[in-house]
């Protein structure tokens, strides 16, 4: 039986399924699968590298200069630079922007607390990374 597929091939050759359904044309003289020669697949294989290492590097870039966007964001509310961020100055920044937030401490204590993972009632910066892009998507 594997003779006759064998044969039934003849010179023109044959398709073999390939994982994802497709096929793939092979040469009925040698078994050999059309496509790059292994010196070509070897490029192939190179360039996507490259283009895997340039991403990787983008990517650093972006997440590097997102990083240094997030500490110029906290430093504005951190204002005696103690590197937390108090309801008090919380409250002074909301006042500066305008928003009725800054009218009620309580309030203010509230939005502390929801980002206070340490209960110290101040938001570090680590606290702030974590609510700050939720804060941007709800404005």
Do not use: H
């Not at 966007?69 to 590197?83: I, K, L, N, T, W």
């Not at 100055?89 to 937030?101: C, I, K, S, T, Y």
Request: with cysteine; glycine share 8%; net charge negative.
């Amino acid at each position: 039986m594997a003779s006759q597929a064998k044969g039934q091939a003849g010179a023109a050759g044959s398709r073999l399924p390939c994982r994802d359904g497709s096929d793939v044309a092979t040469d009925a003289s040698t078994g050999d699968r059309n496509g790059p020669a292994p010196e070509e697949a070897v490029k192939i294989i190179d360039i996507s590298k490259e283009g895997k290492e340039e991403d990787d590097a983008i990517l650093k870039t972006s997440c590097r200069k997102n990083k240094e966007e997030m500490r110029e964001a906290f430093r504005v509310f951190d204002e005696d630079g103690d590197s937390y961020i108090s309801a008090a100055e919380l409250q002074a920044v909301l006042a500066r922007m305008g928003l009725p937030e800054a009218g009620c401490m309580t309030r203010v204590r509230d939005m502390i607390a929801a980002a206070d993972r340490d209960r110290d009632d101040r938001v570090d910066f680590d606290e702030f990374e974590v609510i700050w892009p939720v804060a941007l998507m709800s404005s």
